[in-house]
């Protein structure tokens, strides 16, 4: 079991940034990835980024590209989502999540085994 609690959410101004943590404990040693994805109302969730354990390659959905930098804290078992340059666009429920299998895309959530509760991020104009 896997638990996952993001924090960093919350209001900002249009071009304003927000950088969201997510800390990961329990039985994390098989642990492959952690991805962050968003929610936005009456919307599918949606990949935003994610980032391998080992080696840290990350990737970006193209919507975040060059706005948005994942990384990652080995010893404190935590991944961060630096978002700069925000947009109203980016308004949604982000979720961090916790994956073990190499097989499937880090792009799926259904590839994903443990999520955290999510935290809000709005952008006004």
């Known amino acids: 079991q896997v638990q996952l609690v993001e924090s960093g959410g919350g209001l900002v101004q249009a071009g304003g940034s927000l950088r969201l943590s997510c800390a990961a404990s329990?039985?994390?040693?098989?642990?492959?990835?952690m991805g962050w994805f968003r929610q936005a109302p009456g919307k599918e969730r949606e990949f935003v980024t994610a980032?391998?354990?080992?080696?840290?390659?990350?990737y970006y959905a193209d919507s975040v590209k060059g706005r948005f930098t994942t990384s990652r804290d080995d010893a404190k078992n935590r991944v961060y989502l630096q978002m700069n340059s925000l947009k109203p666009e980016d308004t949604a429920v982000y979720y961090c999540a916790w994956k073990s299998d190499p097989l499937s895309s880090l792009r799926a959530s259904g590839g994903y085994d443990y999520w955290g509760q999510g935290t809000q991020v709005t952008v006004s104009s």
């Open positions: 980032i391998r354990w080992s080696g840290g390659s990350t």
């Open positions: 329990g039985r994390t040693f098989s642990q492959y990835a």
